[in-house]
C-alpha cells in the first residue's frame, strides 16, 4: 500500500481538515492565528505523509499512468482552503445565508427586552445571551440594538453579533469587546481582554 501514491481516503481526511478550517473561519471575528495553530501541524502531517507515499512510488516505479494528477488533488483543496481564507468567504457566506434567520432573533429579543433569550440555534449558529447591546462609557441600553454571543466549534462564545441601528459600538478602553462592522447595521465582535 506504502508503495503508491496515496488515493481517495486521504483525499477524503485531506478534506475533512479542510472543511474544519473552513468552518472555524465561518464563526463571526474568527483569528487567522487561531486557524493557523491549527492548520500548520496538520497540514504538515498530512504533506509528509503525502511526500513519503509519492516519493516512495516514484523510487519503486509502481505508480500508475495518470495518477500524477489525481495525487494532486490535495494541493489544489489547499490552494481554494487558502484562498478562501484570505478573503473571508467562509465567514461572508454563513452570514449572508442566515441573516434572515438572525434578523427574526432580533425582532424576538426586541419583542421582550427584558427577558434574555435562551441558547438556540439560528440558522447555523448556536447563539446565546441575546440582550440589548450597552454602551461602554455610559452603561445604558441603546433601544433597538440586540447583542448575542455565537459559540464556535469549542464553545467558546467570545464571538458574537451586534445589531445596532444608530451609531457606532463603543469599546471599553480596559478591555472588553472589540466591534468590526460588517454591513448595514450589522457588527461582529470579539471579546479581548486586557492584557
Known sequence: MI??????????????????????ASHPSWLGLETFIYGIPVGFLLF?????????????GTAP??????SLIPW???????????????????????EP???????????????KEPCQWVGLYYVCDGTRHQDADTGEEIPGSVEFAVRDLF????????????????EGVDGGNRYSHLEGH??????EPDW
Not at 501514491?5 to 472555524?24: D, K, R
Not at 434567520?101 to 421582550?112: L, R
Open 3 to 24: 508503495n503508491k501514491p496515496p488515493g481517495l481516503p486521504f483525499v477524503v481526511v485531506f478534506s475533512a481538515a479542510a472543511a474544519v478550517l473552513l468552518i472555524w
Open 48 to 60: 509528509v505523509y503525502w511526500a513519503i507515499r509519492i516519493t516512495w512510488a516514484d523510487y519503486k
Open 65 to 70: 499512468d495518470g495518477t500524477l494528477n489525481r
Open 76 to 98: 489544489y483543496i489547499a490552494g481554494v482552503v487558502l484562498l478562501a481564507l484570505i478573503t473571508e468567504a467562509p465567514s461572508w457566506v454563513r452570514f449572508t445565508i442566515f
Open 101 to 115: 434567520s438572525m434578523e427574526a432573533y432580533i425582532k424576538a429579543v426586541n419583542e421582550n427586552p427584558s427577558h
Open 155 to 170: 464553545l467558546h462564545d467570545d464571538k458574537g453579533f451586534l445589531w445596532l441601528t444608530s451609531g457606532e459600538p463603543s
Open 186 to 191: 450589522w457588527y461582529s465582535y470579539r471579546w
